[in-house]
């Protein structure tokens, strides 16, 4: 029913940048906020960043400064602009929407399958 799709992943030196996309297709009555969270190797899924609606944004203390979030004008789009990346910013990362797809059920959270961030030292 609904399809998040993640690119522009991939390796990075350290002190470089990358700009990761996400686009949310399918039934989208309200999305209600859209999000990227990732997971290194060996360690829980975190929070990376996360942009409601309205605009309201917040990051994970580690990305502040680094990272910005922000939506697309079809509103169904999110990117994640990743500069100054570290080798601890490697991991997977995965797109994430709470996304409601009818007026008669509240929201729920969908999935991408991920895009690999690599940063070399």
């Known amino acids: 029913q609904v399809q998040l799709v993640e690119s522009g992943g991939g390796l990075v030196q350290a002190g470089g940048s990358l700009r990761l996309s996400c686009a949310a297709s399918?039934?989208?009555?309200?999305?209600?906020?859209m999000a990227w969270y990732r997971q290194a190797p060996g360690k829980q899924r975190e929070l990376v960043a996360r942009?409601?609606?309205?605009?309201?944004?917040n990051y994970a203390d580690s990305v502040k400064g680094r990272f910005t979030i922000s939506r697309g004008n079809a509103k169904n789009t999110v990117y994640l602009q990743m500069n100054n990346l570290e080798p601890e910013d490697t991991a997977v990362y995965y797109c994430?929407?709470?996304?409601?797809?009818?007026?008669?059920?509240?929201?729920?959270?969908?999935w991408g399958q991920g895009t690999q961030v690599t940063v070399s030292s």
């Open positions: 994430n929407g709470n996304i409601q797809i009818s007026r008669v059920l509240g929201t729920s959270d969908y």
């Open positions: 399918g039934i989208l009555f309200s999305i209600n906020a």
């Open positions: 942009v409601t609606s309205g605009g309201t944004t």
